[in-house]
């Protein structure tokens, strides 16, 4: 059974910093790729960060420098550490797992499993 369940959302000021957490079934965690997605309203969803099962890792120019994508293998949970955070990276944010052509921010779309989401509310 498919199951990604994200925590770790909440209300910070701009600054601040937040951590996502993604539990996965064992099933989705080995999927390969994984990563986080986040859509802000009126805004096109956009892939913030992704990592592989090499643990190699790729990110939004706009996550660059600030956010950090880990996996805890032993746990099956994917981390997102969101530090030096702005307002504009107020959208929910859902952790995503599948099978993208290359495990890379760029292939968003291509993520078949998706988390229920959690928000992120960064204020000035």
């Known amino acids: 059974q498919v199951q990604l369940v994200e925590s770790g959302g909440g209300s910070v000021q701009a600054g601040g910093s937040l951590r996502l957490s993604c539990a996965a079934s064992?099933?989705?965690?080995?999927?390969?790729?994984m990563g986080w997605l986040r859509q802000a309203p009126g805004k096109e969803r956009e892939g913030v960060a992704t990592?592989?099962?090499?643990?190699?890792?790729t990110y939004a120019d706009s996550a660059k420098g600030r956010f950090t994508i880990s996996g805890d293998n032993a746990k099956n949970t994917l981390y997102l550490q969101m530090n030096s955070l702005k307002p504009e990276d107020t959208a929910t944010y859902y952790c995503?797992?599948?099978?993208?052509?290359?495990?890379?921010?760029?292939?968003?779309?291509?993520?078949?499993?998706w988390g229920q989401g959690t928000q992120v509310t960064v204020s000035s």
């Open positions: 064992v099933d989705t965690y080995n999927t390969g790729c």
């Open positions: 995503v797992a599948g099978f993208p052509p290359i495990c890379s921010v760029a292939y968003w779309r291509f993520f078949r499993f």
């Open positions: 990592i592989d099962g090499g643990s190699s890792t």
